[in-house]
C-alpha cells in the first residue's frame, strides 16, 4: 500500500468546466450581437433620418414662443392643428435641441434609440417578475426568446425613433411600457403617471388607461386613475382654456390611403371619417380590459396597437414600431412559445414587406388578420391550444401548426 499513489478522479471536471466556459461566453457574447445589430440600424438609419423632425422643431418652437400671445405658447394646437403631437412631447424636442445648442435631431434620434434599450430591459423584468420560481434553465430559455425577439424589434423601432424621428410614439410606447411594469410591482401612483407622460405625448395612448385596473386594489385603482386624470388635465387643459379653437386639433383629419385596415373595411372616404378616432380609442379600450380580465396584461400593448392599426386610415411606416414593442412584450412575458413568432410576424410581414410594392394590395387585411390574430392569441390562448389538443387526439391528424400544440407546464403566464 506504500508504493501506491492514488489519485482522484476528474474524468468530468473539464466537461463541467467547458460547460460553464461555454455558458459564460454565450452570455456575454448575446448582449453583444444585440448591441452591435442595434448600432448598425443606427448608423444606417441616421444618414438619411430625421424625416418627420420639422414638425418637432417647429411645434417646440411655437410652443416656446411665449412673447407672442396670440399665435403661439398655448396657441400652438389652434393655429397650428396638423401638429398631432403631444404637448409633453413638443417641449422635449424643444428642450433637446435646447441641451443640445441647436443639435435637436441627434439628440432625438439618440433619446429615441435609448428608449428601445429601456423597452428591451422593461420586458426582460417583467417577464422574470412573472416567473418568480423559475429556475436557471427557464431563465435562459427565456432570455434566448427576448434575444430573437429583440433581433427582430430592432429594425422597426430605430425606423421611428431615427428614420422618422417621431419622438413622440417613442415616448408614448416607452411609457407604456413603463406603467405596466409599475402595475405590474403595484405601484399606483407612479403607473398613473407613467400613463400621463404617455397620453401627453401622443394622444393615442388612452386606451393604454385601463391597465390600471389590473392594480391589486380599488384604492391602488383610483389612486392610479386620479393621478393619470390629473396629469393628462395639467398638461391638456390650459391649451383649451387659453384659446377654444385648440379644438381644431380633435377634428384633424389625414387621407385614407387604399393600403390600410380601414380601406379594407369599405371605408373609401377621402378623409379619416368622424367616428373614426373614438371607434380606435373604444375597441382598443375594450380589448385592453377584456385582456386584464383574462389576467394576460402583457398583451395590452399589442391589442390595443394592433386594433388602432386595423381602424386607422394611414399607413406610415413608422406606425409599426408600436406592433414591434408590443409583440416583442406578449413574446417574451405572455406567450409560451419559445420563437418570438409575433415580433417575426410584425418584421417582416407588416414591416419589411413595405418596402415591396407588388405586396402593397395585402397590407390593409394583413393588419386586419394580425389584429383579430392577436385578440385571439391574447384572449384566448389556453382554449385555440386546448381545441387543437383535442382534434390531434380525436382524429391522430396535425390539423394546427405544431407550435400551437405544443403546450408547456403552467408558468402563471398566459
Known sequence: MTGVRTTPRVDHVP????????????????PTVVVLWAVAWFVALGVHGGGSWH????????????DDGSRAGLHVYAEHPLLQIGPLALAAAWALGWISQGHGLGAAESAGALMGVVVVLLVRRIARRGEPLADAARRRERDLTLLAGVIC????????AVSSTHLDDVMALTSGVVALALVRSG????????????VDSKPWALPLVVVLLALPSMRARLLGFAT??????????????????????LRYTIPTTALSG????????????????????????????????????????????????????????????????GAL???????????PWWSATVVLFLHVARWFHALDPLHGPALVVFAVAASVAVLGGERVRAWGQVLRHRTGTVLLPRWTLRGRAPTGRA
Open 55 to 66: 414638425f418637432f422643431h417647429t411645434g417646440g418652437q411655437v410652443l416656446s414662443d411665449l
Open 153 to 160: 424589434f430592432v429594425p422597426v423601432w430605430m425606423y421611428a
Open 187 to 198: 405601484r399606483a401612483v407612479w403607473a398613473g403617471a407613467a400613463l400621463a407622460i404617455a
Open 15 to 30: 466537461i463541467v468546466d467547458l460547460r460553464w466556459r461555454h455558458s459564460r461566453v454565450r452570455g456575454r457574447l448575446a
Open 228 to 249: 393619470t386624470a390629473a396629469g393628462v388635465a395639467l398638461a391638456w387643459l390650459p391649451f383649451f382654456l387659453a384659446d377654444p379653437q385648440t379644438v381644431r386639433a
Open 262 to 325: 380601414l380601406h379594407f373595411f369599405g371605408v373609401t372616404a377621402a378623409r379619416t371619417p368622424p367616428w373614426d378616432r373614438p371607434l380606435q380609442t373604444l375597441v382598443g379600450a375594450a380589448l385592453a380590459g377584456a385582456a386584464v380580465w383574462r389576467g394576460r396584461t402583457a398583451g395590452v400593448l399589442l391589442l390595443v396597437l394592433a386594433s388602432r392599426l386595423a381602424l386607422d386610415p394611414g399607413t406610415n411606416r413608422y406606425y409599426t414600431a408600436g406592433l414591434a414593442a
Open 329 to 339: 412584450l406578449w413574446d417574451v412575458a405572455g406567450s409560451r412559445h419559445r420563437w
